[in-house]
């Protein structure tokens, strides 16, 4: 059974940082894309970043470059988000997900939430 469990969600002032952590189990981890994406309240899901398989390849929305970093540890299991420099508008649930073919995800996590105060 896959599974992608979130963490490291909660409310944060405007300015400041959190670390969002994915963690897998059930699949093969180096062979998966992994991306994070989020849904703001009566908003469509939408990207955020995303990262190849060996973790030498990522990439951004406009919205979040120079102040969102993605990472991986292979050896984990587990993609990270760091958010630094957080803006009120970043506040939505952010959820990660897994995919081997180019353009789609096939798994996906429950989400954890994200909240910015001004």
């Known amino acids: 059974q896959v599974q992608l469990v979130e963490s490291g969600g909660g409310l944060v002032q405007a300015g400041g940082s959190l670390r969002l952590s994915c963690e897998t189990s059930?699949?093969?981890?180096?062979?998966?894309?992994m991306g994070w994406f989020r849904q703001a309240p009566g908003k469509e899901r939408e990207f955020v970043s995303g990262?190849?398989?060996?973790?030498?390849?990522?990439y951004y929305a406009d919205s979040v470059q120079g102040r969102f970093t993605i990472s991986r540890d292979n050896a984990k299991n587990t993609v990270y988000l760091q958010m630094n420099s957080l803006k009120p508008e970043d506040t939505a649930v952010y959820y990660c997900?897994?995919?081997?073919?180019?353009?789609?995800?096939?798994?996906w996590g429950q989400g954890t939430q994200v909240s910015v105060s001004s």
């Open positions: 997900a897994g995919g081997t073919s180019r353009g789609s995800y096939e798994y």
């Open positions: 059930g699949l093969t981890f180096s062979s998966y894309r």
């Open positions: 990262i190849n398989r060996n973790g030498g390849f990522t």
